[in-house]
């Protein structure tokens, strides 16, 4: 139900994240806090959902987490293309089907509103360009 009204809507992921911002960082402290984790990771967390990175921000921050491949959006253990990156910065664990499909979504729709094609963006990664490489592209092309 949720995902049919996230589809039906023509609101941006940033405007859906910005009205839930501080209900989704108070149940991640509590969650870390029932952890015991303090960590500066757990502190950028909190900051990049204060503010929507830009797809080449998303690209350098989340793609050195992962072991850049082709043709494939993962490899169900730690590899992702372009496109399976900003899909995991939107929640993509890289495994599981049931949840992929908003995730596409939400990439879809950050893409879109940055002037960037799906298509494109996947060529960048299968031509042999690395993220940071694709990073630096799309800041060319989008300033």
């Known amino acids: ?30 969650h870390n806090d029932r952890l015991n984790i303090n960590t500066l990771s757990q502190q950028q967390q909190q900051q990049l959902l204060a503010q929507e990175l830009s797809i080449s921000q998303i690209l350098r ?4 987490q992962f072991t850049q491949i082709r043709e494939q959006y993962t490899d169900g253990v730690n590899g992702r293309c372009a496109m399976g990156v900003i899909m995991s910065y939107y929640g993509w ?6 949840n ?8 879809l729709v950050a893409l879109r509103r940055a002037g960037i094609s799906k298509e494109s ?19 060319r092309i989008t300033c």
């Open 100 to 107: 992929a499909e908003r995730r596409l979504y939400a990439a």
């Open 121 to 139: 963006l996947i060529e960048l990664n299968d031509s042999g360009m690395t993220f940071e490489e694709i990073a630096d592209y799309l800041e």
């Open 61 to 64: 921050a989340y793609g050195k």
């Open 1 to 30: 139900m949720a995902q049919e009204l996230l589809l039906a809507q023509e609101t941006s992921v940033s405007q859906f994240l910005g009205k839930h911002r501080s209900r989704i960082i108070q149940i991640r402290e509590q």
């Open 93 to 98: 664990d890289g495994k599981c089907c049931t």
